[in-house]
């Protein structure tokens, strides 16, 4: 049995430990490690940033458990969530951690009010709920928060982008001054912290540590795409996928409509969701996401945000979000669980330099790739075909058609028969010239690229050997190559960012010390 002697060491309960274990939790996560010892230990308000699906919940549904297990009837602690679903999901998580020590109930809008007063009588330590809900129960005096402790925002700067903000603070006025404020939040921007100045106390800011990176197991593409060749692009990449699961932002409702409606026409098993749809729609789509009788989901940001799906084969950005952050939120959503993700970005002109500053401030490796030509695609499928042919054989899944096969064979050559078949049943699905052409264009960018060379002056190398070693490989031109500073064991080069794709793809193979001898140099800080 595993011991969990690292939430052990964070201070946690065996009653607590036994929750965990039935979980199936192994490990505390890195945001986990660094608030739940917190929260348990320390008497200070909390900031605690991380990306969703990092395990926020049980960071504070764990300590709170631990502190308000035994106590009476009255509420100890308020979750705030934007949303219904996030309502259910941290109840839920917090129910199965508690198992039974403490009891803690879901409101939200949408359902009778009614009943949700009567659990609330029935004593409850925990109440989690959408702010518009808790106010209305508060301003009929169905929720007493007198004896609050603890107040909880979670997913905070969802709730700000909502809206909410009228609504918490109108809250804050039934919580007694003697209380702490956990917030938590995927994203820190300033309104947050203008939040946190105004109604908390010194709060401790707790990060997970940003060098360590979240995005690890999630590989970065992007392709260069006129925005009217966006849907093609999209098409050729689900078809070469064998088994594409992915999740598709798009940055408007109307935007997910669209999109979702034409990969319908096409004949993929695709459902939208955003703000607009109701909250049953919603539920009803996510359920059949998850048990993949769907398999490509369009979403807006909002729309996706804080839902715990994992093990996506593909996020794709169907056009770049609004900032830095929600891109690394984005793409989180796939690579986990120790599984290889793929993140892939299309990029048309007119984002390219919103691609620049995600790649910058993200500090991401975002390489470019050029999509599947229509007759690799053509060809993948091919071979499908064939391996369920085979497979077919194998099991002799065949019989019934025997006697149909010797009519075709007895007037044709088996050849003939069966390509004619094959036309008959797959036409649709092989022809080339269902993908349309994509032309392919570049972005004329001004920026620059420092890239890292792992060969110096121990290796023989002056400027003009380095330039020759590279245009060996590449064709760019001499004077494309600027900065070059040729130092004892390395050496740094600065090329267009077009060009450093080139060379960074040309030396992928190239190793120095099992390391790539070319990279892109960390930024100077
Ligand atoms: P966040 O609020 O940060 O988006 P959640 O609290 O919703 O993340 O957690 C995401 C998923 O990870 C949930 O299914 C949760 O049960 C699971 N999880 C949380 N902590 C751990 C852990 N330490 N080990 C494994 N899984 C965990
Ligand atoms: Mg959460």
């Known amino acids: 049995m595993e011991t969990l002697d690292e939430f052990r060491q964070l201070g946690l309960s065996e009653k607590a430990l036994e929750a965990i274990r039935n979980k199936g939790f192994e490990k505390p996560s890195p945001i986990q490690k660094i608030t739940i010892p917190v929260i348990l230990g320390e008497d200070v308000d909390i900031i605690a940033q991380a990306q969703t699906g990092t395990g926020k919940t049980a960071a504070f549904g764990l300590p709170i458990i631990e502190k308000f297990e035994g106590k009476s009837d009255v509420i100890n602690a308020l979750v705030l969530v934007p949303t219904r679903e996030l309502a259910l999901q941290d109840c839920d998580e917090i129910v199965s951690l508690a198992e039974k020590r403490i009891y803690a109930v879901a409101v939200y809008g949408g359902q009778s009010i009614s009943e949700q007063k009567r659990r609330i009588k ?87 540590d940003k060098t360590q990176p979240t995005t690890g197991l999630t590989d970065q593409i992007y392709f260069e795409v006129r925005e009217s060749d966006k849907f093609d692009a999209l098409t050729r990449i689900i078809d070469i996928e064998p088994e594409f699961y992915g999740l598709i932002f798009c ?63 593909h996020v794709i ?17 796939t690579g986990r669980a120790g599984k290889q993700g ?26 470019k790739e050029i999509l599947p030509a229509a007759e690799d695609i053509v060809a993948v499928k091919k071979e499908k075909i064939k391996d369920e042919l085979f497979d077919i054989i194998k099991k002799k899944a065949y019989t019934d058609y025997l006697g149909m096969a010797e009519d075709l064979i007895a007037i044709n050559s088996p050849e003939v028969a069966l390509a004619s078949l094959l036309r008959l049943a797959f036409k649709s699905q092989l022809e080339v010239s269902n993908y349309q052409e994509i032309r392919t264009f570049r972005v004329d960018t001004k920026g620059t690229t420092r890239l890292f060379i792992g060969l110096g002056k121990k290796d023989g190398m002056t400027p003009r050997k380095l330039s020759e070693f590279i245009r060996k490989e590449v064709k760019i031109s001499d004077n494309h190559i600027d900065d070059i500073l040729v130092r004892d064991d390395f050496s740094f080069i600065t090329v267009s960012f077009t060009d450093a794709e080139v060379i960074l793809k040309a030396f992928a193979r190239h190793k120095s010390d099992g390391k790539p001898l070319i990279t892109k140099a960390k930024p100077r800080s």
């Open 251 to 313: 940055r408007t409702r109307n935007d997910v409509d669209v999109l979702n409606t034409k990969l319908i026409e096409r004949g993929y098993a695709s459902e939208g969701l955003h703000g607009e749809i109701t909250q049953a729609q919603r539920e009803k789509t996510l359920a059949r996401f998850r048990k993949r009788y769907i398999n490509i989901l369009v979403a807006t940001d909002v729309a996706a945000r804080g839902i715990d799906i994992v093990d996506l084969s």
């Open 342 to 367: 793929t993140a892939i970005t299309f990029v048309s002109a007119a984002e390219y330099r919103k691609l620049n500053y995600v790649q910058k401030v993200t500090k991401s490796n975002i390489r």
């Open 317 to 333: 950005n169907y056009s770049l979000p609004q900032d830095a952050e929600s891109y690394i939120h984005r793409i989180g959503r």
């Open 122 to 208: 029935k004593g409850v330590q925990v109440v989690v709920g959408t702010p518009g809900r808790i106010l209305d129960l508060l301003k009929r005096g169905d929720l007493n928060l007198d004896n609050l402790s603890m107040f909880v925002l979670d997913e905070a700067d969802e709730m700000l982008n909502m809206g909410f903000i009228d609504d918490i603070e109108a809250i804050m006025k039934y919580t007694p001054k003697e209380k702490r404020t956990l917030l938590f939040s995927a994203t820190m921007p300033d309104r947050i912290v203008k939040l946190a100045k105004k109604y908390m106390k010194s709060p401790k800011k707790l990060e997970v």
